[in-house]
């Protein structure tokens, strides 16, 4: 009987042990998981990821400028800067 006792409080020992372990893995999940929903946090994910985007499309993989993607680009950015100025000197006279 006293061997089925020490059985018993060392599966109950057993079981606290993996009880705390899983609350300390839950609190640190829901650590995670505030820190990731953080406006500031998805902000600065949203930023890094632009940035890569930006730099893969305008980069080889070697890391050589790509010329005729980054003309492209500047002669898109000047015809919509155009149409906005238009628009604002229509706007102006109407």
């Not at 009880?19 to 946090?41: F, K, V, W, Y």
């Not at 980054?70 to 898109?76: E, I, T, W």
């Not at 919509?80 to 000197?89: D, E, K």
Request: proline share 2%; glycine share 6%; net charge positive.
């Amino acid at each position: 009987m006293g061997e089925q006792t020490s059985r018993s409080s060392q599966s109950a020992d057993t079981i606290e042990a993996e009880i705390a372990a899983t609350r300390a893995h839950l609190a640190s999940t829901l650590d995670e998981l505030a820190l990731r929903t953080q406006p500031r946090e998805i902000a600065r994910r949203q930023v890094t990821s632009t940035k890569a985007r930006f730099v893969e499309a305008t980069h080889t993989p070697e890391g050589d400028l790509r010329l005729e993607r980054v003309s492209a680009m500047a002669a898109g950015a000047a015809v919509l800067l155009g149409l906005v100025i238009l628009h604002f000197r229509h706007r102006r006279r109407g």
